[in-house]
T-cell receptor
């Protein structure tokens, strides 16, 4: 069974600072994929970044980077130079060896202060 | 524009009155799924589909039905809705293992 844990229910960050959102996962599979999604207050789910379990380099997408530590089973999201528009709920998700199942963590709410 | 379209966006109804939430995608994706989102629980998978006429249960399938008669459509059916099915529902589609899921804008259901 797959389990995703996000231990930070809510965080505050100052505009232009970096913020790290924690995500740990539990799986016995060797092949898996990790995703981060953003959900603003308007409700839609926005894909941010993907990391495959066999990828040797950490994924980056613009201001988003994924700090992937396979041995520790962690996949933390780093948002650099926070903007007011980054205020949202962020979800970590994992896909196991099968293509059709995606398991989500409970989410972390980020509030960016001016 | 590539998109997943859900309807309705909002619905308030009463216990026991059958309802259907439609989902349509225009990306020719093989895989589709339904989720419900509840506070503190993240998103939980209700049903998924790997292709036309191929569906299977997710983590919380009780009280729901789905069908996939066409590749683009994946409706969610609540035959006899109950108040514990009040939630925010998302439909998603994707093209392959390392591809992100594209989500619809969500359907907020309130069952009184």
């Amino acid at each position: 069974a797959q389990k995703i844990t996000q231990t930070q229910p809510g965080m505050f960050v100052q505009e232009k600072e970096a913020v790290t959102l924690d995500c740990t996962y539990d799986t016995s599979d060797q092949s898996y994929g990790l995703f981060w999604y953003k959900q603003p207050s308007s409700g839609e789910m926005i894909f941010l970044i993907y990391q495959g379990s066999y990828d040797e380099q950490n994924a980056t997408e613009g201001r988003y980077s994924l700090n992937f530590q396979k041995a520790r089973k962690s996949a933390n999201l780093v948002i650099s130079a926070s903007q007011l528009g980054d205020s949202a709920m962020y979800f970590c998700a994992m896909r196991g060896p099968t293509t059709y199942k995606l398991s989500f963590g409970a989410g972390t709410t980020v509030t960016v202060r001016a | 524009e590539a998109q997943v379209t859900q309807n309705p966006r909002y619905l308030i109804t009463v216990t026991g009155k059958k309802l259907t939430v439609t989902c349509s995608q225009n990306m020719n994706h093989e895989y589709m799924s339904w989720y419900r989102q509840d506070p503190g629980l993240g998103l939980r998978q209700i049903y998924y589909s790997m292709n036309v006429e191929v569906t299977d249960k997710g983590d919380v399938p009780e009280g729901y039905k789905v069908s996939r008669k066409e590749k683009r459509n994946f409706p969610l059916i609540l035959e006899s809705p109950s108040p514990n099915q009040t939630s925010l529902y998302f439909c998603a589609s994707w093209g392959g293992y390392d591809q992100p899921q594209h989500f619809g804008d969500g359907t907020r259901l309130s069952i009184l």
